[in-house]
């Protein structure tokens, strides 16, 4: 058993620590990350779960809303009884009952240009699952300046996207592919299971940069159609003239 970890922590990752690209110096360093996930919604949910099932020692919680009936459809840290409550708070119970080892920070607020490097810079890695273009843009411009790897996922209706970026000189950042804000749009359906598999990729390629692998989707896109079960990659290039990372 490794002195850094308990009996019981041994056996909850017993099958973590079996993977030859995990093993116990991959468990320490999911232990030893700190990540924030922006967003407890569909997406976030997803993600959250199974990052604290991994034994993410630090994870971050940024949602600055409450609870809704609507949510029930897909957003699955929460049930009937959370009705009305902050979800930050909703989440901290749920996620502590699946891990107690995990450090829970909660943020319940909506970030903005005055709060975000704040809340951001300390992190290892920020995870976007956030449900707007301008929150989207605005932790994307943050993590590149600040030089933190974001992995960045959507959804609507039956089609999800995830992307990742890497702040590195060469790499592509995410206004490179959305340069601005696009026209704002009306709301529309989501599959709440297609919001589910989205938050578990974007779950396991953050897991994987925390090993300290590299990730394909760092210069391409991952195009989801759960109509047609197709996953697709589209290639993403840096754009000389991007406002954020051009000349």
């Not at 058993?1 to 099958?15: G, K, L, V």
């Not at 273009?133 to 790897?149: G, H, N, Q, S, Y």
């Not at 989501?190 to 589910?196: D, E, H, P, S």
């Amino acid at each position: 058993m490794p002195p850094d970890f308990s009996e019981e922590e041994n056996r909850r990752y017993a099958r973590n620590i079996m993977l030859p690209q995990v093993g116990i110096d991959g468990q320490k360093r999911w232990r030893d990350a700190r990540v924030a996930v922006v967003g407890a919604g569909g997406i976030g949910s997803a993600a959250l779960y199974y990052l604290a099932a991994a034994g993410v020692g630090r994870i971050g919680i940024i949602d600055g809303d409450a609870v809704e009936t609507s949510n029930l459809q897909r957003q699955i840290l929460y049930d009937t009884h959370d009705l009305g409550r902050r979800k930050v708070e909703s989440a901290w119970e749920s996620l502590t009952a699946l891990n107690p080892h995990c450090v829970l920070k909660l943020q319940d607020k909506r970030l903005d240009a005055v709060n975000i490097r704040d809340i951001l810079k300390e992190n290892d890695l920020v995870l976007d699952a956030s449900d707007n273009f301008a929150t989207r843009l605005l932790v994307a411009d943050c993590c590149w300046r600040e030089k933190i790897p974001l992995v960045s996922a959507a959804v609507g209706g039956f089609q999800g996207l995830l992307l990742v970026m890497d702040p590195e000189p060469g790499n592509p950042c995410y206004r490179c592919l959305l340069p601005q804000e696009p026209a704002p749009s009306g709301r529309e359906g989501i599959l709440g299971a297609v919001a589910g598999v989205m938050g578990c990729l974007q779950a396991t390629e953050a897991l994987k940069l925390l090993l300290g692998r590299k990730s394909d989707l760092t210069r391409q896109l991952l195009s989801y159609d759960a109509l047609r079960c197709r996953f697709r990659h589209l290639k993403r290039e840096k754009n000389p003239d991007c406002p954020l990372c051009g000349q």
